[in-house]
């Protein structure tokens, strides 16, 4: 767990589940690497010997990122600029990508925007920043990388997406809308491109410790106003949150030869949390 109020640090310890040279010889591309789910998924791709690719907006903080994975791992990872609303960015990317390692084998679609607002308050521009950020940004991800290398090669796609969209969420019509939108979309795709060796699932983390979704979607405030987040946790069948490893397992199994004929599915990885809650329609109450 991050310590010393550092959100993005790597595991002190890691228990393998699957040998250690599970990636060898494997590049993989994870947009929003930088920093909470997409850093962590980088660590533990590193730590079975997967070079890796993180790409954000802010340089610097994928570089400092990139610093601190290497240096827990003794891997390799390419910190690069890139905006997932913008095609340019992302074909300069993916190039630069290419040019520094021959290959992108696996693909994480984990950039994301996300607040909580009631849709009557949500403005046009609101609606359509997530949208182009989560929705757009995992297509044109997925189209480059499929374009310059996944077409002739083959390759896994990860989309990160959530549950909110399965009954409907207070204050996360926006979200919800990009998320079912990746879904639809990974289930067409894993149609399309199955015939080149490509295969892409989806990954719906559940409330998840120490990440940016907890702290901007009401993780915070129900910890704030009980002491705890031991309401919440009664809400979960496994009894515990989250953490970002255990997204970073679901993601690994899913590239890992163990998911070889896995495609166009959503692996929910939230304890249950789904089917027995709605934390956002708990905040008006507390």
């Given amino acids: 767990m991050a310590e010393g109020g550092d959100f993005d640090v790597c595991l002190q310890t890691y228990e393998y589940i699957y040998r250690r040279d599970l990636l060898k010889g494997k590049v993989a591309f994870i947009t929003g690497g930088g920093s909470g789910i997409g850093f962590r998924i980088a660590e533990i791709f590193m730590r079975h010997q997967c070079s890796v690719v993180i790409a954000s907006r802010n340089l610097e903080k994928v570089k400092a990122a990139a610093a601190k994975l290497e240096k ?64 757009h940004g995992s297509f044109n991800c997925s189209k480059a990388v499929f374009d310059k290398y996944m077409k002739d090669h083959g390759g896994s796609i990860v989309n990160i997406t959530a549950t909110l969209h ?58 704030k106003m009980t002491g705890s987040y031991e309401r919440l946790i009664r809400e979960i069948p496994v009894g515990r949150i989250g953490t970002k490893e255990d997204i970073a397992n679901g993601c690994l199994y899913l590239v890992s030869p163990a998911g070889s004929f896995v495609t166009g599915t959503n692996l929910i990885v939230d304890g249950g949390n789904w089917l027995t809650q709605n934390i956002t329609a708990m905040l008006g109450k507390l």
């Fill in 166 to 223: 399965h009954r409907g969420v207070a204050l996360q019509t926006h979200a919800g809308s990009a998320k079912a939108a990746i879904d639809a979309m990974t289930r067409h795709l894993a149609v399309e491109w199955g015939q080149y060796g490509i295969r892409i699932n989806c990954v719906a983390p559940g409330p998840i410790d120490d990440t940016e979704g907890m702290r901007r979607l009401g993780g915070a405030k129900l910890k």
């Fill in 72 to 135: 827990a791992t003794g891997g390799k990872c390419l910190a690069l600029p890139m905006d997932v609303r913008k095609a340019d960015q992302i074909l300069a990317a993916v190039d630069a990508a290419l040019s520094h390692f021959n290959r992108i084998d696996i693909l994480v679609n984990n950039a994301a925007g996300n607040f909580l607002c009631p849709a009557g308050k949500l403005s046009f521009n609101a609606f359509k920043t997530v949208m182009e950020i989560d929705a």
